[in-house]
């Protein structure tokens, strides 16, 4: 800002004390002035109204690259495939009902086969248990004819049977065959022994009639019997000729 001061040639040509004073102040402030606005200057003051903050601005460039080279083509090369193989189909076989009603027939004559070898094979074990019995039997009957033969060569006294004097102390029974139960048999066998003059038994022997699987438990219980002895003039004699019979029966 600048100040202009005009200077009046009427106030010049007065020689007024008062108006140098002035002259002298007015000259002073406009110096003083003068300065300040070069200060102010000097510093950086603009009479313009500072504006806003100055706004960001992006800079953009545009940059071309050069286009890749072309990869290079590789060359076809001749694979050779393998031939194809043929994998076989299994095939359902056909059955011939011929073919099949034999093998069926050959089922069954084998299967009557074995029936037939098993009944004869318990034919033949039941044939052979009937001749072991009919031996056994046999064999008895002979010792029983020599036993006769040997009393009869001798003279036996006649056994006097008084119930005082001759009497069963203890008897028991036989055990009963597990194979005469297993086949349901049934039967008497009759056991004859001599009672000696301890009241023991000697010599049992089975009679005819007794079945082979019944002679050995009776014998066995025979033996086993005890009698108060015989005294004939206060003396214990022998009994010959006892008989006991054993009566076999399922219940």
């Not at 200057?41 to 903050?53: A, D, F, I, K, V």
Request: charged share 20%.
């Amino acid at each position: 800002m600048t100040v202009m001061i005009m200077h009046s040639p009427a106030l010049a040509l007065a020689p007024d004390s008062d108006g140098f004073w002035r002259k002298s102040l007015a000259a002073s402030l406009a110096v003083a002035l003068h300065g300040a606005v070069a200060v102010a200057l000097m510093l950086g003051w603009s009479t313009e109204r500072p504006g806003g903050p100055a706004p960001r601005v992006m800079h953009t460039q545009w940059v071309v690259l050069p286009a890749p080279a072309p990869a290079p083509t590789p060359e076809p090369v001749a694979v050779a495939l393998p031939e194809p193989v043929a994998i076989p189909v299994p095939t359902k076989p056909t059955v011939d009902p011929q073919v099949q009603a034999q093998k069926l027939e050959k089922a069954a004559l084998a299967r009557k086969r074995v029936e037939e070898k098993k009944l004869e094979q318990q034919q033949q074990r039941m044939a052979t248990e009937q001749r072991n019995q009919a031996l056994e039997q046999q064999r008895l009957s002979q010792a029983r004819a020599a036993s006769e033969k040997a009393r009869a060569a001798v003279p036996v006294p006649t056994p006097a049977f008084d119930s005082r004097q001759y009497q069963p102390l203890s008897k028991a029974a036989p055990d009963y065959p597990e194979r005469a139960l297993d086949k349901n048999i049934e039967g008497d066998c009759s056991v004859e022994y001599t009672v000696n003059t301890q009241g023991h038994v000697e010599n049992p022997k089975v009679l005819d009639g007794c079945h082979p699987l019944f002679i050995r438990p009776s014998l066995a219980a025979a033996n086993t019997f005890r009698y108060q002895p015989r005294i004939v003039d206060g003396k214990a004699v022998a009994v010959p000729a006892v008989r006991n019979t054993f009566h076999y029966r399922i219940k």
